[in-house]
């Protein structure tokens, strides 16, 4: 059962442009939300992270929206830049010290110049 | 900048043979997690160790998976006999204690099954 469901698959977005990237899950246990960032043969990263206690979160040029109503949460990259050409999942946590995370199916961010 | 280490970053094998990864996690990190990530999807838990003992393997295939971290630092996964659709991204990932939540992954060991 696919608990955090990432879309888009894929996505295009031209140098200066916003990219969007959406999530939605299914467990209001969920209480930490992170995004991962991922280059062709590296492991991911984290890139940021939000917590259901507040709407936003941003640093940098990347951005968190959470709905906690709608179990929806989404990464917002500001002016694009080939640099961000990667792939990013999202993931979530339960509450306790597993750190378990379950991760969406992941985005592959094309940003052309 | 302290990283996850793993080996062999590739591995080409045949069916049925056995295949074995290892991963040496950040220093004094507690926590281990061992990730399986097939082509076009995100990591799925494997397992999960705290120092030595192994805390989920609920998604552990056990039949043919077996991970073991027997001083509570590094770690092997090996997989016996290998299968066509066991051709993935195998990470290893450390946290720095417990109740923290980021995840260090390494670089992964890609294996494929022929």
């Known amino acids: 059962q696919q608990q955090v469901k990432q879309s888009p698959q894929s996505l295009i977005v031209q140098k200066g442009g916003i990219s969007i990237i959406n999530c939605a899950y299914e467990?209001?246990?969920?209480?930490?939300f992170p995004w991962y960032q991922q280059f062709p043969g590296k492991g991911p990263a984290l890139l940021i992270a939000i917590r259901p206690d507040v709407s936003e979160k941003k640093e940098g040029r990347f951005t968190i929206s959470f709905n906690k109503s709608a179990k929806q949460f989404s990464l917002h990259i500001m002016d694009s830049q080939p640099g961000d050409s990667a792939t990013y999942f999202c993931a979530a946590s339960k509450p306790g010290n597993t750190g378990k995370l379950i991760f969406g199916q992941g985005t592959t961010l094309q940003v052309k110049p | 900048e302290a990283e996850v280490a793993q080996s062999p970053r590739y591995k080409i094998t045949e069916k049925s043979q056995a295949v074995a990864f290892w991963c040496d996690p950040i220093?004094?990190?507690?926590?281990l997690y061992w990730y399986r990530q097939i082509l076009g999807q995100g990591p799925e838990l494997l397992v999960q160790f705290q120092d030595e003992s192994v805390v989920d393997d609920s998604q552990l295939p056990k039949d043919r998976f077996s991970a073991e971290r027997l001083k509570g630092v590094d770690s092997t996964l090996k997989i016996q006999p290998a299968e066509l659709g066991d051709s993935a991204m195998y990470l290893c990932?450390?946290?720095?204690?417990?109740?923290?939540?980021?995840?260090?992954f390494g670089a992964g060991s890609r294996l494929t099954v022929l």
């Open positions: 990932a450390s946290r720095r204690e417990a109740g923290a939540n980021v995840l260090t």
């Open positions: 220093s004094g990190h507690a926590t």
């Open positions: 467990n209001t246990a969920f209480d930490y």
